[in-house]
């Protein structure tokens, strides 16, 4: 992570009027997660202090896919913003981010164990046993699938390990894609 300091100025407080408020901007880098501009103010004469945070990439939507067929596949990063759905066709999986869903860094195969957790929490039936019996031959390679990530604000990614080949896609409208190269 870098930060580096780009404006202090003085200006009237929000508070009292005086000119005696002090702001400091600061940008943030966020590896993979993106630009963070912080602004800080604070008033010599009363004390009165602000904290902002605005996200400076304002990405566009995009689609990765990775084919999982090998244990680097497996063993690739997935990188997964906190907009991010996660889907996989083959097992008819799709995970959604709740409202307080937090960015999260971790494998394939850790999302593949993450899903599993999802799925011994639920009730059972024919249709999850099936599903858990899938999931667990994919950890284990038996199986190969396609892992996609949606992510609206483009702060997602997938970090192939050795030859594992990704696709980016960029979002155009709803089900209209772009090939990005
Ligand atoms: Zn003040």
Known sequence: MSIKEVLRYKT?????????????ELIYEVPYLGKLL??????NSCGYR?????NLDVS??????????????????????KKAIIKIPEFKVEITPGPFSE????????????????????DESEER????RMIEDAIDGKISFTLILEDPTGRSTIIPKGNVKVKVYKLMEEGETLPEQ
């Open 38 to 43: 912080l602004s800080t103010g604070y008033c």
């Open 103 to 122: 960015p999260y860094i971790t494998t394939v195969e850790g999302i593949l164990y993450r899903i599993l957790e999802v799925l011994s929490a639920c």
């Open 129 to 132: 046993e099936r599903c858990r």
């Open 60 to 81: 566009s939507p995009i689609r990765i896919e990775v084919y999982v067929d090998s244990d680097d596949a497996l063993n690739s990063l997935i990188v997964r913003g």
């Open 12 to 24: 009237s407080c929000p508070s009292c009027g005086r000119e005696e408020y002090n702001i400091v």
């Open 50 to 54: 602000s904290y902002d945070t605005i």
